[in-house]
């Protein structure tokens, strides 16, 4: 999973508190509330939050200060990296859910330790079964009030689709697949749906009963997937356009995070759709276990230092402890950050900030060698003087 976590990676640490009985509880232990070394979990249904419970006190041994956590927010089934969110509002059953996080919290405050949670702003998974939000936009189109939650082009240049959602989903082209029997109508628990493959695609509401027209349901199901013209004319009327994943790649219509179509980018710029997307974060913030936060890719947003802004404001960072962990960003958010007083607080881990330790490192080696070669030249000048003074 490289793809999903390199690259230009911001850090916040921070102090908690709201009552006065906190914040002198706090302000007493500062420096454990500090991160200072890090401890990274990769959690997933095969190592659960009551898994890593179970080894803090090995952690701890280790002089561990943080646990520094892969994503908990829900994910697809059988997530093995966390990043494929499909609701951002609460903690992942498969990892243990909520019972589980306070077991694992009561365990690291016995062990004096904290946790750093990492926060996705970024994206979701382009599921149409599992992410509520997603099928909504899949079945209403741009209507639907989950619209504003994606970043969509509803009227792309290229005047392919029109007020729909291009989904690169088939392995075959679009005809065949059709012939095949790969695209049907299925029944289903909540109405009929579009079996495709392995997915379940929404119907758009009456759609249905727009081609049947009228005759017995479960009779024109079958006789609409019997006939490719009859199924074509019922996909026309959807808010998406399945298509052939090949060309298709270079005409798709919603922002992808990294050119990945199962992952799908989000407004984290408008308002509703960053406290929707930071319900659960602000929530564990708020407690005094949390001390830090890892933005996943802050730099892929549209505007990373009005994020950071709203980020200060719901988690009140100005009355916390901040700590700058590498200063080092990408030159046009570093502008900006320096500028604002960011500078002070958010800065890079990862393989950009190995980049930057590397970079340094060769220019402290050049920097000493070239002083060693100056200290040679004078040490061989002050001895060729001496001997001519002899």
């Not at 243990?96 to 996080?101: I, L, P, R, S, V």
């Not at 919603?254 to 930071?278: C, K, Q, T, W």
Request: glycine share 8%; proline share 6%; net charge positive.
């Amino acid at each position: 999973m490289p793809s999903l976590i390199d690259g230009y990676d911001y850090w916040v640490a921070c102090r908690n508190g709201t009552s006065d009985a906190k914040k002198q509880r706090v302000n007493a232990d500062r420096e454990r509330t500090v991160p200072t070394s890090t401890y990274r979990v990769q959690l997933s249904d095969r190592f659960t939050l009551d898994d890593l419970a179970a080894q803090v006190p090995y952690i701890a041994r280790l002089g561990i200060s943080h646990v520094y956590l892969s994503p908990i927010y829900t994910a697809r089934p059988g997530s093995p990296h966390g990043y494929d969110i499909v609701d951002y509002g609460c903690i992942n059953r498969e990892l243990g859910g909520q019972a589980a996080w306070r077991r694992l919290t009561d365990t690291l405050r016995a062990h004096q330790m904290g946790v750093v949670l990492d926060v996705v702003p970024n994206h979701m998974a382009a599921d149409p079964e599992r992410n509520v939000l997603w099928r909504q936009v899949l079945r209403d189109g741009p209507s639907s009030s989950a619209a504003r939650f994606f970043d969509i082009d509803w009227r792309p240049l290229t005047g392919l689709v029109r007020d729909r959602v291009l989904l690169p989903i088939l392995e075959e082209p679009y005809g065949q697949a059709l012939m095949k029997g790969v695209v049907q109508v299925e029944p289903g628990a909540h109405g009929h749906h579009i079996r495709c493959g392995s997915l379940n695609l929404p119907l758009a509401p009456s759609t249905l009963h727009a081609v049947i027209a009228g005759r017995p349901v479960n009779d024109a199901v079958e006789h609409i997937n019997r006939n490719p013209h009859l199924l074509h004319q019922l996909l026309e009327k959807q808010h998406y356009r399945v298509a052939y994943w090949r060309p298709a790649n270079d005409e798709i219509n919603y922002r992808r995070f990294f050119g990945i179509n199962e992952l799908v980018a989000i407004h984290a710029e408008d308002p509703e759709v960053f406290m929707r997307s930071h319900e659960l974060v602000r929530r564990l913030a708020a407690e005094d276990i949390v001390h830090g936060l890892r933005i996943d890719h802050v730099d892929g947003l549209l505007d990373p230092l009005g994020y950071l802004r709203q980020l200060d404001v719901i988690l009140e960072l100005p009355r916390r402890e901040v700590r700058k962990l590498l200063r080092h960003v990408q030159p046009a958010v570093r502008r900006d950050a320096a500028r604002n007083g960011f500078a002070e607080r958010h800065g890079v881990v990862g393989f950009a900030g190995a980049d930057v330790m590397h970079a340094r490192k060769a220019r402290d080696q050049s920097v000493i060698r070239g002083s060693a070669r100056r200290l040679d030249r004078g040490s061989r000048s002050r001895h060729r003087s001496r001997g001519r003074g002899c």
